[in-house]
């Protein structure tokens, strides 16, 4: 629960100064005090108790015609002996003397410092309790003088992930427990029970589990997310440190708790070769689908790889080979990692085989069986050596019994890529930039005399870091020294007005990475549209375009939720705010150009 907590002495004082007052203790006398009750739903809490003694919250109330205009606004309120009972601290809420019915609103833990307007900040990446992280919210709706007792009954908001940690003999104490691709900083709103990222959150966080009391239990509060590649448990024992990728299809929901039961098998006998099984449960908080998940080998650390997906949501079967073929594998390569994610019932034993692409099974052939108990899970292979880069760069015949595979990918930073005859890396495909519309908003492109060419008026590093170059009449930025830390260009004379319905645009930008070049993927960025920040983060960049031009594209609502309506371009004294690109360890050979907004369609 939240440590910090009012003094008996103290709360004692305030409530009698209060009291002091007979003028108000005469109005008061004609007035009904709310009496606040608080229970949880499903009676659990992020440390599986209900209430602490001196835990606070936080209450709002408003009449139900009012949009968005508090009667009173975070108000803090204490249950004495965690009963469930709650005084206020200082301040007293009172129903309408008229018998209006209003509503009550409240959350937890309080905050008297990160609450404005009835918005409330908070920060999962903060070195402070897990129990302080546990975002709850409740609300009665329409309740009057007399209705009674005001009896919130709270919901979890967050999502609390919690891991059991064994070798195949004990359960493992003292490890270090991580989920990386996190977002930090969330805002929620009282007035609707909405919870966002904060417009100053970043998204390539990495949170860090608590070890519970009980031995091997370890446990985190994150935020609510949709399907997200490249998220992993990242688990270090003794030193080492073991990545499991977890299957970008799971979805992260408000209120729910997921278990994961994760067993280091021969651990104890050989930590260079390590096996990963892992159950996963999602309940408690509240009833959701059991889901499990087994991993058949312990997949490396795929940290910097791009995250390829070839097939979704097919069924195998024994009698109908699903084909991947050779050339969707080119550039496959030695240290990239194969993950077949997959579903089946609980009770059904299933079996999975990938064999070389022929009509009749390749002695050569790797065969999977999925035990009953788990209905979902994970087959991992890396390309350790050439023998296995032969098997698979051939292309795949994939069949089975009672399972439907939910993705195949590929970590890889090569996949697609060719050689040519000269030895110069090609892409397999050609690269090419998403076209220009009528619906373009272009802010920057660079071009001499218009209002967005954003290195004519000297708003990015000319001649020094950056410089510009033409080519078949288009003018654009080349990045020609690194940059450790800073803006890459901006501009501020861009003469439009305002964009309707931001959050239904994507922004996009043109790049080329030179040949040779490398570290791309490493650097980290951000982009600035009308002076609002919107952190990407590492893998802002691929890691290579083999000289051709690309688009780099990212829906503004994935970026910052709270970035919603119009987007105003000038300022209520008529300047106009600033747009462009910051960002940290970008190599030189990058060029840039046409940094634009289009409307999804």
Not at 105 to 120: I, L
Not at 349 to 371: D, F, G, K, Q
Not at 444 to 458: L, N, Q, R, V
Request: glycine share 8%; with cysteine.
């Amino acid at each position: 629960m939240r440590k910090t907590h009012f003094s008996t002495m103290a709360v004692a004082a305030v409530l009698a100064t209060s009291c002091n007052d007979n003028v108000d203790m005469m109005i008061q006398n004609h007035r009904v005090e709310a009496q606040i009750s608080a229970s949880v739903l499903g009676r659990t809490r992020v440390l599986d108790t209900i209430w602490e003694a001196n835990d606070m919250i936080g209450v709002f109330v408003k009449s139900p015609s009012s949009e968005g205009v508090f009667r009173n606004a975070n108000v803090p309120y204490y249950t004495p002996d965690a009963s469930g009972g709650f005084l206020a601290v200082s301040e007293k809420i009172y129903f309408p003397q008229d018998d209006e019915a209003v509503d009550f609103m409240a959350y937890y833990p309080y905050s008297s410092d990160n609450v404005s307007e009835g918005k409330y900040s908070f920060d999962l990446a903060a070195n402070i309790p897990l129990s302080e992280k546990d975002l709850m919210y409740a609300t009665v709706e329409g309740h009057s003088q007399q209705d009674g007792t005001v009896p919130f009954q709270f919901s979890h908001m967050l999502s609390k992930i919690e891991v059991q940690l064994k070798s195949d003999s004990k359960v493992l104490s003292g490890a270090a427990i991580s989920i990386n691709n996190q977002c930090d900083l969330g805002v929620f709103d009282v007035f609707d029970g909405s919870v966002a990222a904060s417009s100053l959150a970043t998204f390539d966080n990495e949170l860090f589990f608590e070890e519970r009391e009980s031995a091997g239990q370890y446990h985190v509060i994150v935020m609510p997310t949709d399907q997200t590649l490249g998220r992993d448990i990242i688990i270090v024992v003794d030193g080492k440190t073991y990545t499991t990728p977890l299957d970008p299809t799971y979805t992260y929901d408000s209120g729910h708790k997921y278990s994961f039961t994760i067993t280091m098998k021969g651990i104890d006998k050989d930590p260079e070769n390590v096996e990963i099984v892992i159950t996963l449960d999602i309940n408690d908080w509240i009833d959701g689908p059991e889901v499990s998940l087994e991993g058949s080998e312990n997949i490396p650390d795929v940290t910097g790889k791009k995250e390829n997906i070839l097939i979704s949501s097919a069924e195998v079967l024994s009698d109908t080979p699903l084909l991947v073929a050779a050339d969707q594998l080119e550039g496959l390569s030695i240290g990239d990692v194969i993950c077949l994610y997959y579903q089946k019932d609980l009770d059904t034993e299933a079996t999975v085989n990938i064999n070389m692409p022929t009509t009749t099974r390749s002695i050569n052939s790797r065969n999977y069986t999925l035990t009953t108990g788990t209905t979902a899970g994970r087959i991992g292979v890396a390309i350790d050596d050439a023998e296995t880069l032969a098997f698979f760069a051939a292309g795949m015949s994939i069949t089975g019994a009672d399972v439907t595979l939910t993705c195949l990918s590929i970590y890889s930073n090569t996949l697609g890529v060719n050689t040519s005859e000269d030895g110069e890396q090609t892409d397999s495909t050609d690269a090419t930039t998403d076209p220009l519309t009528a619906n373009t908003i272009m802010l920057i492109d660079f071009e001499p005399g218009d209002d967005h060419g954003a290195s004519w008026d000297k708003s990015w590093t000319l001649d020094t870091a950056t410089v510009p170059e033409e080519e078949d009449g288009n003018t654009y930025m080349r990045l020609v020294e690194s940059i450790a830390d800073g803006w890459i260009f901006n501009c501020n004379h861009q003469t439009i007005q305002t964009v309707h319905g931001i959050e239904n645009y994507m922004v996009k930008f043109d790049v080329r990475i030179d040949a040779g070049v490398t570290g791309a993927s490493a650097a980290g960025g951000q982009y600035v549209i009308a002076d609002k920040w919107l952190w990407v983060g590492v893998g802002f960049l691929p890691e290579t375009t083999n000289g051709k031009w690309i688009t780099v594209s990212h829906r503004i609502s994935e970026l910052n939720a709270d970035l919603i309506g119009d987007l105003n371009f000038v300022d209520e004294e008529n300047a106009v705010r600033g747009n462009g690109i910051s960002a940290t360890n970008v190599p030189a050979g990058i060029s840039f150009d046409n940094l634009r907004l289009e409307p999804i369609e």
